[in-house]
């Protein structure tokens, strides 16, 4: 099965630019989705395909693909933006199922 | 307004099979589109996608998970049930299942979870 790629770690300071990403090759065919999860909670959606961020998330976060990178983009950290995010992308080995990358933890300084 | 929740035993011995249920909610199963996942998560660690079933009984598994996992639809019910064989510890998590978006058909895919219920503890222990 694809496997997808994430750096364990990222920290940003309050108010400054980050960019979490995403790396595959199932990415070559297909988007990827991203989710925040904050402790003990569900995961939430926040952006997912070519440019779609769901309705109550904050326009500081966006999206980008090309080849086989996906990243996420957070404009102006909050502190309240301190989770793990996960990327998900279609398998593209043929069992057309899903596949999560292995997360990055956020950390707001 | 579209909800899920998950129920089942929370505690199972190994070897057992574990059965869990979503209740879905806002929306029908068997309208056309819809797709329902189950995702775990181990204590402390990653997401990890389970199985997929649609309006149409397409089901899609775990490639890993294949052989243990059986994913079904009761739509009269409008549940979503999930049985995993020869549970071992390895298998304790928190289950979701989460409600799939449908892409536009002809463009690129993308599986973007936006629904999720809140998470069932499971926990295999003798």
């Known amino acids: 099965s694809s496997e997808l790629t994430q750096d364990p770690a990222v920290s940003v300071a309050l108010g400054q630019t980050v960019r979490i990403t995403c790396r595959g090759d199932?990415?070559?065919?297909?988007?990827a989705s991203w989710f925040q999860q904050k402790p003990g909670r569900a995961p939430l959606l926040v952006f997912y395909g070519k440019d779609n961020r769901p309705s109550g998330i904050p326009d500081r976060f966006s999206g980008s693909n090309s080849g086989n990178t996906a990243s996420l983009t957070i404009t102006g950290a909050q502190a309240e933006d301190e989770a793990d995010y996960y990327c998900?992308?279609?398998?593209?080995?043929?069992?057309?199922?899903?596949?999560f990358g292995g997360g990055t933890k956020l950390t707001v300084l | 307004q579209i909800t899920l929740k998950e129920s089942g035993l929370t505690l199972v011995k190994p070897t057992q099979t574990l059965t869990l249920t979503c209740a879905f909610s806002g929306s029908s199963l068997s309208t056309s589109g819809v797709g329902v996942a189950w995702i775990r998560q181990p204590p402390g660690k990653a997401l990890e996608w389970l199985a997929l079933?649609?309006?149409?009984?397409?089901?899609r598994y775990s490639p890993s998970l294949k052989n243990r996992l059986t994913i079904s639809k009761d739509t009269s019910k409008n549940q979503v049930v999930l049985r995993m064989t020869n549970m071992d510890p390895v298998d304790t998590a928190t289950y979701y299942c989460?409600?799939?978006?449908?892409?536009?058909?002809?463009?690129?895919?993308?599986?973007?979870?936006?629904?999720w219920g809140q998470g069932i503890m499971v926990t295999v222990s003798s």
């Open positions: 989460a409600h799939r978006l449908q892409y536009p058909s002809g463009t690129t895919p993308y599986d973007a979870f936006d629904i």
């Open positions: 199932s990415l070559r065919g297909s988007y």
């Open positions: 079933i649609f309006w149409d009984d397409d089901k």
């Open positions: 998900n992308s279609r398998d593209d080995s043929g069992n057309h199922g899903v596949v």
